[in-house]
C-alpha cells in the first residue's frame, strides 16, 4: 500500500545548522508530495511540494527534491531558525485524483539559540 | 479570509458524555477532512467528504464516532458516549484542489 516514512525525532539543532530531515515513500504510480509543518498549538500548514519527478519545491529556506530513482522527498534547510521549531510531516496524495494525503509521523524539530 | 474554523477550541467532559465538534471550512473548498492527533498515534485521518457527501470514513474508530456535513459551510464530529481513549486534538481541514488548510484544532480531555 501507500505509505510515507520519516526520520524519527526529536532533532535538535543550534542556529544556523545544516538541517535534513529524511522521507521516503512507498507508492503505486507516481504520487504528489508534500512537506506540512506544524508550530506549537497551530494546525498544520503546507510547507512545499513537488508534483512531478525531479521537481524541486521550495519556501522560506527549505527545499526538497522528489527523488523517484531513489523515492525519497527529503527536506533539506541550510541554515535554521530558532522561529523554525516545530513538527514536520512528510505527506503523499494518491495518483488517481483522490484527496486524501497518507501522512508520516511527523519529526520533531527544537532549534537552540 | 478566516481560514478554517473550529469550536470549541477547548472541550473537556466526563466519560459517558456527548461531545460536538464543529467546523467552517474556506468558503468555495468542496473537500472537508476530519483528522485525530495524539502523542501515540500520530496524525490519522478519521474521515473526507466531497461536496457534502462522504467518500471514505474508513478511519472512524468505532460507531460511538459519526460525522455530518448537512452544507457546504458546516461540519460536525459526533462522539457519543465519549470515552477517556478519545483524548486528543481534532483537526478539520478543507481543500480545493490538492492543498489541505487545516483549522486550529478542538483540543478534547474526556475525563
Known amino acids: 500500500g501507500n505509505s510515507v516514512t520519516q526520520m524519527e525525532g526529536p532533532v535538535t539543532l543550534s542556529e544556523e545548522a545544516f538541517l535534513t530531515i529524511n522521507c521516503t515513500y512507498t507508492a503505486t504510480g507516481y504520487p504528489s508530495l508534500f512537506w506540512y509543518v506544524q508550530y506549537p498549538g497551530e494546525g498544520l500548514q503546507l510547507l512545499l511540494k513537488a508534483t512531478k519527478a525531479d521537481d524541486k519545491g521550495s519556501n522560506k529556506g527549505f527545499e526538497a527534491t522528489y527523488r523517484k530513482e531513489t523515492t525519497s522527498f527529503h527536506l533539506e534547510k541550510g541554515s535554521v531558525q530558532v522561529s523554525d521549531s516545530a513538527v514536520y510531516f512528510c505527506?503523499?496524495?494518491?495518483?488517481?485524483?483522490?484527496?486524501?494525503?497518507?501522512f508520516g509521523q511527523g519529526t520533531r524539530l527544537t532549534i537552540n539559540p | 479570509d478566516a481560514g478554517v474554523i473550529q469550536s470549541p477550541r477547548h472541550e473537556v467532559t466526563e466519560m459517558g458524555q456527548e461531545v460536538t465538534l464543529r467546523c467552517k471550512p474556506i468558503?468555495?473548498?468542496?473537500?472537508l477532512f476530519w483528522y485525530r492527533q495524539t502523542m501515540m498515534r500520530g496524525l490519522e485521518l478519521l474521515i473526507y467528504?466531497?461536496?457534502?457527501?462522504?467518500?471514505?470514513d474508513s478511519g472512524m474508530p468505532e460507531d460511538r464516532f459519526s460525522a455530518k456535513m448537512p452544507n457546504a459551510s458546516f461540519s460536525t464530529l459526533k462522539i457519543q458516549p465519549s470515552e477517556p481513549r478519545d483524548s486528543a486534538v481534532y483537526f478539520c481541514a478543507s481543500s480545493l484542489g490538492h492543498r489541505q488548510y487545516f483549522g486550529p484544532g478542538t483540543r478534547l480531555t474526556v475525563t
Open positions: 467528504f466531497n461536496n457534502n457527501v462522504p467518500i471514505d
Open positions: 468558503s468555495g473548498h468542496d473537500y
Open positions: 505527506a503523499l496524495l494518491f495518483e488517481q485524483g483522490a484527496q486524501k494525503l497518507v
